[in-house]
T-cell receptor
Framework: DAKTTQPPSMDCAEGRAANLPCNHS???????VYWYRQIHSQGPQYIIH???NNETNEMASLIITEDRKSSTLILPHATLRDTAVYYC????????????????FGKGTLLTVNP | DGGITQSPKYLFRKEGQNVTLSCEQN?????MYWYRQDPGQGLRLIYY???????QKGDIAEGYSVSREKKESFPLTVTSAQKNPTAFYLC?????????????FGPGTRLTVT
């Protein structure tokens, strides 16, 4: 049961902003939006997460729509090293040891940054 | 240098043999996870552990076994009962179960069974 929808692939020119969309129309009130990326043949790497407000860190910015049904990950100045599969995941953050024990990774978006 | 190590990076086995994949972390994390990834697919959870001497089945535990005798270590055994064992195996850890904003992954082990 896919909770998120992402385009299978995108291209971006080096130095330009990469905007990766994600639809999560069935997101619940307590679910966060997480973004990870996976460079070929490596383990995934956490990028950013958010609940309602837009977030920014040293890697990227996350823009979440007011109705929280979609979000966009922005890499402000893409480099060749940003070529990777980007995963958008929704999940509650919980430290109660209950059912919130996993992240469900779909197929993600393959971002190719071109010189 | 803190992190997660997995060894070996590549592993080849004959069908019918059990094989154990190593995962070690020095991040002082309580929770550890094993995922499997097939070509062009997302990750699927095999087993997870919230604390030493405790572990739970994930979505695709059949044919796999784990142990958690030490906080730092969470080895995965792929048994001969696993029908399609060839895959990329990823180990991860987080401070506690569900702390996904700080879930760290190892470099992975690519297992090929012929």
């Amino acid at each position: 049961d896919a909770k998120t929808t992402q385009p299978p692939s995108m291209d971006c020119a080096e130095g330009r902003a990469a905007n990766l969309p994600c639809n999560h129309s069935t997101i619940s009130g307590n679910e966060y939006v997480y973004w990870y990326r996976q460079i070929h043949s490596q383990g995934p790497q956490y990028i950013i997460h958010g609940l309602k407000n837009n977030e920014t860190n040293e890697m990227a910015s996350l823009i979440i729509t007011e109705d929280r049904k979609s979000s966009t990950l922005i890499l402000p100045h893409a480099t060749l090293r940003d070529t990777a599969v980007y995963y958008c995941i929704v999940s509650p953050t919980d430290n109660s040891g209950g059912s919130n024990y996993k992240l469900t990774f779909g197929k993600g978006t393959l971002l190719t940054v071109n010189p | 240098d803190g992190g997660i190590t997995q060894s070996p990076k590549y592993l080849f086995r004959k069908e019918g043999q059990n094989v154990t994949l190593s995962c070690e972390q020095n991040l002082n994390h309580d929770a550890m996870y094993w995922y499997r990834q097939d070509p062009g697919q997302g990750l699927r959870l095999i087993y997870y552990s919230q604390i030493v001497n405790d572990f739970q089945k994930g979505d695709i535990a059949e044919g796999y076994s784990v142990s958690r005798e030490k906080k730092e270590s969470f080895p995965l055994t792929v048994t001969s009962a696993q029908k399609n064992p060839t895959a990329f195996y990823l180990c991860a850890s987080s401070m506690y179960l569900g702390a996904f904003y700080e879930q760290y992954f190892g470099p992975g082990t690519r297992l090929t069974v012929t």
